[in-house]
């Protein structure tokens, strides 16, 4: 056990350093996610016929094949269209896209739980259209999808960890560096592991505070905690 | 009917038809509704009542025949049905409030957001529309706090802040506890009493004898009779209207409207 | 069209490989799932205690690096082909999502049920296992399929331990005929076929559980 701790402490700057790493890309993939998602799920919902082709498509191929898939399609294929990106853009775009898909899914679910009498008491007050999604139902709607919005972000966190594949510099790719130097890959990956624990478990505790401050009073009865 | 000056009509309705799909809902609906006059349109239910209120502001668009604000066809084509809206103040039977925003958030929204109203002229002038439905204490509340009642009270301040030409109330307390009904009412009586031009659908016979100035007694999609209430209660000239009537008075027990607290 | 069909012939074989990992682990994961799920609900602080901890800590791990940890603690001990370890790994990640849909499909059945299990005499295992079991499962029948396409696009990560899987084979496609995008897009299109097949198959049953309840 303390050869353990001893390898910890010896690993754990390297390691830190490949988190911090890990977190930038968790954080821009929310971002990106977040700015395709959005205006996706609003076309889904309110968009004609004819962008729904499209929108479909997207869907199948970003939630129907595995992260990795996309991952070498978009860093070993592209190229050969001539469209190449560094490692590190490899990974923000696939993880983007790939999380804009699911946010968008996210989003089309909240959106349609606002009640359609929302939007006729909006349309009966005058608003357009527009504005009845901007004032009215896209509030509400964003504060239904903070709970999946939630699970997005921590499952974001270890969906980064397949990007060591292409050598950016993650904590993954630190853990292999690591083990093949230290040939102590179970110590390695188990710190890994602690690793990606603390920080799941951390950003659990912060998101359930942020759900339950933004709740609306008397409404979200259940994540009020009552 | 209470003597008013006929003046001009506020809202004009010719030959209007709504179907959905193949089915008709409103068939050939006219009448003139004037300055401050309070119309209560009844009758059984799915006999198109809530369908005709709904095509007034558009919410549903009209199959065919024409509508009129104040001499302005808003039936034309080319009319932004969002000013025509505007115009209109409606109540809906589920309340409709925002969940997201506090009461007077509800009242405001429609005056900053649509009307382009500055923040503190919205806020004063909400405060006044819940002044009069008696909501004021409670503009820091959701609606999520409120009773059926207060928040019908609400959505009829939202739909005032508008300061509309005309209030259309569909069912507004349908969806309430009878003893909750009372207060909305009350409210509904002193907006006629002060001079609101209101179509109201409802099923409350014991307000519509006692605030409208007209009764319009709905079957089939069609006008079947429509007139004062004292004639149209004690007297009525259609068979069906007379059918309708006595299934809908026995055993009603509503409570004594205006009296309420 | 004719590369394509040639990848495609060549892709074959790690097709077989996916699924074959896919299905071992589905089988395993049940069988921790539900024994998971059975002492989260009916087990003693002790056995409850464990059942949770794996669940979250599973849940809170990349499943890339619960692979590796096992992939190494199991070549410490025995000699075992990466494509049974990988199965293995997977299945124990899949276990932990497995407990929870379990564990919500159990707690979903009335109490009643366990009432008049124990009151026609069964014991309590008996009861969880001929009566509540059962009727969980059924329950649960949405989720795990839902839960089968999750672990079919896992299994493309023992690609990391060198399973010859589909990614694995359209990688050395790639590298022999220096086409990335035919070799790895043709490994692409496997996947949604399976995951469409998968989402149909999820429909269809959806719908008559619809019709049912």
């Known amino acids: 056990m303390t050869e353990f701790f001893a390898y910890a402490a010896m690993a754990l700057p390297d390691l830190l350093q490949g988190t911090v790493v890990t977190l930038k890309l968790t954080a821009g993939a929310l971002v990106i996610g977040l700015v395709i998602g959005l205006p996706l799920s609003l076309l889904r919902v309110y968009g004609r016929k004819l962008v729904q082709p499209v929108c479909t498509a997207y869907l199948t191929v970003f939630r129907g094949t595995p992260l990795l898939v996309q991952l070498f399609v978009v860093y070993y294929g592209l190229p050969e269209i001539g469209v190449s990106f560094s490692r590190m853009a490899a990974a923000f775009i696939t993880l983007g896209c790939n999380s804009g898909a699911y946010q968008c899914e996210y989003f089309r679910g909240a959106i349609q739980a606002v009640s359609k009498g929302q939007m006729t008491a909006a349309r009966g007050i005058g608003m357009s259209r527009f504005q009845g999604i901007r004032h009215i139902v896209l509030p509400q709607a964003l504060r239904l999808v903070i709970p999946a919005w939630s699970n997005e972000l921590i499952a974001m966190v270890k969906y980064t960890a397949i990007v060591f594949l292409i050598a950016v510099p993650d904590l993954m790719n630190k853990a292999k560096i690591l083990s093949s130097q230290n040939f102590a890959p179970i110590q390695t990956y188990v710190l890994v592991a602690l690793i990606y624990l603390v920080l799941v478990g951390f950003l659990s505790l912060v998101l359930h505070g942020i759900q339950r401050k933004l709740a609306v009073p008397g409404l979200d009865a259940g994540m009020e905690g009552r | 009917m209470k003597d008013k000056p006929m003046t001009r009509p506020v809202l004009r309705i010719e030959n209007l038809c709504k179907s959905f799909g193949a089915t008709p809902v409103v068939r050939d609906v006219s009448f003139d509704v004037h300055p401050s006059e309070v119309i209560v349109i009844i009758g059984s239910s799915g006999t198109g009542k809530s369908t005709l209120l709904q095509c007034l502001n558009l919410l549903h668009r009209p199959t065919s025949g024409r509508i009129f604000l104040e001499d302005q066809e808003i039936t034309a084509s080319g009319m932004n049905e969002d000013t025509v809206r505007r115009q209109m103040g409606m109540v809906f039977q589920e309340f409709n409030l925002f969940n997201h925003l506090t009461v007077l958030g509800n009242v405001t929204v429609g005056m900053t957001k649509v009307l382009g109203m500055p923040a503190e002229d919205a806020e004063k002038k909400a405060m006044n529309e819940l002044e009069r439905v008696g909501m004021a204490d409670h503009r820091h509340k959701y609606p999520a706090q409120l009773s059926g009642g207060q928040k019908q009270r609400v959505g009829i301040a939202r739909a005032l802040g508008m300061s509309p030409k005309v209030m259309l109330f569909d069912e507004p307390t349908s969806a309430l506890d009878p003893e909750l009904t009372g207060e909305v009412l009350t409210v509904m009586q002193k907006l006629a009493a002060e001079g609101m031009t209101m179509i109201i659908v409802s099923h409350e016979m014991g307000f519509a004898r006692e605030a409208a100035d007209r009764v319009i007694f709905m079957e089939n999609g069609r006008i079947e009779e429509q007139g004062p209430p004292d004639r149209m209660f004690t007297h009525p000239e259609s068979e069906r209207t007379r059918k309708f009537l006595s299934i809908i008075t026995t055993g009603n027990t509503d409570p004594p409207i205006g009296k309420a607290t | ?213």
């Open chain 3, 1 to 213: 069209m004719t590369p394509f069909v040639t990848m495609l012939q060549f892709l074959l074989p790690g097709l077989g490989v996916t699924v074959s990992v896919t299905l071992i682990a589905l089988g395993l994961g049940g069988c921790i799932g539900a024994l998971m799920a059975v002492f989260r609900v009916y087990g003693n602080p002790v056995v409850k205690g464990l059942a949770v901890s794996y669940s979250v800590v599973v849940r809170a791990v990349p499943v890339v690096v619960i692979i590796f940890i096992l992939f190494f603690v199991i070549s410490a001990f025995i000699d075992l082909s990466p494509f049974m370890s990988g199965a293995i790994a997977l299945g124990f990640a899949s276990g932990a999502y497995q407990t929870e849909i379990f564990r919500g499909a159990i707690l979903s059945i009335p109490q009643g049920q366990m009432t008049a299990a124990r009151g026609i005499g069964m014991s309590k295992a008996k009861a969880i296992r001929c009566i509540i079991l059962p009727q969980a499962f059924r329950v649960a029948i949405p989720s795990l399929i839902n839960e089968v396409t999750l672990v079919l696009k896992d299994s493309s990560l023992v690609f990391v331990i060198g399973v010859p899987e589909l990614m694995r084979r359209a990688q050395y496609a790639s590298a022999s005929t220096m086409e990335p995008l035919l070799a790895f897009g043709t490994a692409a299109c496997f996947y949604i076929v399976l995951t469409l097949v998968l989402s149909r198959l999820l429909e269809t049953v959806e719908k008559r559980f619809a019709v049912q309840f």
